[in-house]
């Protein structure tokens, strides 16, 4: 026997449903239905737009002393070189990690 509807009836087949005087409605509750009337949700599908950057700290414009192609120690990832550099964000090809993307305060300069 398996879970779910089939397990529920195996249970309670000899006794009475402990819920049958449970209205079911529409499965959506009094949130969502005031959310609906509101108008804040509309049947028109939703266009979802993926971006590759990352956002940057803002006021942080990076080390100065990163720059591509230098090679620099991650305490998790280990020994790495600097492939792009994008504010205080660092994309860094690591010799056993892979490439991963860093916040260049977690790396140092071996």
Do not use: C
Request: aromatic share 10%.
């Amino acid at each position: 026997m398996t879970g779910g509807a089939s397990l529920w009836r195996a249970n309670w087949s000899e006794r009475e449903d402990p819920f049958a005087h449970v209205e079911r409605g529409t499965g959506r509750g009094p949130g969502w239905q005031r959310a609906q009337s509101s108008g804040q949700f509309s049947r028109e599908p939703v266009r979802i737009v993926e971006a590759r950057a990352s956002a940057v700290s803002i006021g942080n414009k990076g080390r100065s002393d990163m720059t591509v192609g230098l090679r620099i120690f991650h305490q998790k990832f280990g020994y790495g070189i600097v492939a792009e550099i994008e504010g205080n964000k660092l994309e860094i090809d690591f010799e056993t990690a892979g490439r991963k993307r860093v916040m260049d305060s977690f790396v140092s300069l071996p």
